[in-house]
Structures are given as C-alpha cells and as structure tokens.
T-cell receptor
C-alpha cells in the first residue's frame, strides 16, 4: 500500500507567523508532489507543485522536497486568517511501465491549519 | 471560462436507490477521476479514466459504476450496493501528456442517504 502521511493537526499559528506543514510518502519512485488547499465545505484548490529536490517559492508559499528522506513540506510565510483551511499533500508515482505519464494521485488525510489574529 | 462542473450540488438518496452524479469539463483534459471524501478524511479514489471508453477501478470502486462515452463527461452512479454512500464526491481532471499533470477539481456533490 503506497501511503502519504500528514499530521492531521490542528496546527494553530498566530497571524504573521510561518506555518510549516509536513508530509511523508512511502513510494520511493514518486515523481511529483502537490499541495492543495481546501476550505471547509469546498473542493481542493491546487496551490503548489514540486518535482525537484530543494525549494520552490511562489509568493508567500514555499514547497520543499527531499526525495532521499521521502519528505515534502509547505511553508506559509506571513500567515493570514484567510489561510485557515485544510492542506492536502498529494503524490504522483510518475510514469508507468509503458512510459506514459499519468495523473493518478495518492492523497494524505490533510492538516487543518488555523491562523488566529 | 474553462473548468469542471458537477451537478447537483446537493443530492438526497433513499435506501435502495441508484443515483447518478454528473461531471463535465471543458479543459480538453484526457483524464478524469472520481474521489470520495468523508469528514476529516483525505480523498479516496473511486474510478479514473485516461481515455474515452476506458476506465479503471480505484481503491474503493465497490458499489459504484462509471462511463466515459465522451471526453468531456464522466458520470458516476452510486448504486444500492454501496452501503454507506453519504459523503462529499469530487470529480477531477488532468492532462496525460505533460510531465506533472496536476489535477483540477470540480465544486463537488454532497450526497446524503435518508
């Protein structure tokens, strides 16, 4: 069973702080990694993806990937109350035996983030 | 506007009834997916399709059926064999030709069994 694990939280941070969300995965061959934000009662929204070791920054968001440790994280700088949501980590195993890239994802259970004023 | 639409937004089912959830996309994506989400849980894959007239079972396909007669449409039927169907159902789509093929989601259908 290929697994993606997240701390379910809730993670509570004060407004303006850095929120750090973590995810580990079991399939060593995983190729690409996604972070989705899901507000209560709404569908997931893609906010970041990363495929190379290291950091990828987009505005206040930074995704970090360490394939050797099978670990991916999301940092949210200057956290705002509007960032309060569930953050889902998803992993794509990559190309199949025929070399076709496909989009099938395995999701973690999500981390609830609360940013308080 | 390109996107994914799901209907209805809310659906109520009586015991023993089959119901069909609609999913349509105009993103020209080849692949489409159905997920189920229970309260406090992540997404679990029900069925997926990478091409018209072909689909594969996901992790929790029992009690569900799908069809893929058109590229744009991937309806999900929740049959009476699904014993606990109350959940939030999400449809997604993605390309299959790129390197990363991120999935984009529709707004979801919330199904409740009465």
């Amino acid at each position: 069973q290929k697994e993606v694990e997240q701390n379910s939280g809730p993670l509570s941070v004060p407004e303006g702080a850095i929120a750090s969300l973590n995810c580990t995965y079991s399939d060593q061959g995983s190729q690409s990694f996604f972070w989705y934000r899901q507000y209560s009662g709404k569908s997931p929204e893609l906010i970041m993806f990363i495929y190379s070791n290291g950091d990828k920054e987009d505005g206040r968001f930074t995704a970090q990937l360490n394939k050797a440790s099978q670990y991916v994280s999301l940092l949210i700088r200057d956290s705002q109350p509007s960032d309060s949501a569930t953050y889902l980590c998803a992993v794509n195993p990559g190309r199949d035996a025929g070399g076709t890239s496909y989009g099938k994802l395995t999701f973690g259970q999500g981390t609830i983030l609360t940013v308080h004023p | 506007d390109g996107g994914i639409t799901q209907s209805p937004k809310y659906l109520f089912r009586k015991e023993g009834q089959n119901v069909t959830l609609s999913c349509e996309q105009n993103l020209n994506h080849d692949a489409m997916y159905w997920y189920r989400q229970d309260p406090g849980q992540g997404l679990r894959l029900i069925y997926y399709s990478q091409i018209v007239n072909d689909f594969q079972k996901g992790d929790i396909a029992e009690g569900y059926s799908v069809s893929r007669e058109k590229k744009e449409s991937f309806p999900l039927t929740v049959t009476s064999a699904q014993k606990n169907p109350t959940a939030f159902y999400l449809c997604a789509s993605s390309r299959t030709s790129g390197s990363y093929n991120e999935q984009f989601f529709g707004p979801g259908t919330r199904l409740t069994v009465l």
